[in-house]
């Protein structure tokens, strides 16, 4: 079942995107999200700019645009904060809109080894505190 436009989040840009995310930067064809909950330090989202497709569906030519913008986000993740491992999660039950959850996991932090949680609420920081994560982001986005 396909959400409607005017129930997604990011179609809409409902009030719930600001209080999960801060966009971070436009990609080739998607967008780049922080999550404010950062129990997993560097935690992010790439979010398709269109809405209700499946990863599947995407002409060949998005899908590696896509795919691009994916390995782009984790490899400036991974620059800026040297996870150990960072997870990719696409959940879509409940959201008719392909994104990407970047997970970084530290062997040492939060839940290495085990399931992502979508939203442990347990780790919120400062403005002063993303704008840093972000800007450590942006100057990786290369």
Do not use: W
């Amino acid at each position: 079942m396909i959400t409607p436009v005017s129930e997604c989040l990011y179609c809409s840009h409902l009030p719930i995107l600001d209080e999960l995310m801060i966009k971070i930067a436009d990609l080739q064809v998607s967008q780049l999200f922080l999550f404010k909950e950062q129990s997993h330090s560097g935690r992010c989202n790439v979010v398709y700019n269109n809405h209700g497709v499946e990863l599947d569906e995407l002409p060949a030519g998005e899908r590696e645009k896509f795919m691009h913008d994916v390995a782009t986000a984790a490899k400036a993740i991974r620059q800026s904060f040297n996870p150990d491992k960072i997870n990719y999660g696409a959940f879509s039950d409940k959201l008719s809109h392909l994104h990407f959850h970047l997970v970084p996991k530290y062997v040492d932090g939060y839940n290495f080894g085990g399931v992502i949680e979508m939203n442990p609420q347990k780790t919120y920081l400062t403005e002063a505190e993303y704008r840093e994560i972000i800007g450590k982001i942006n100057a990786n986005l290369k």
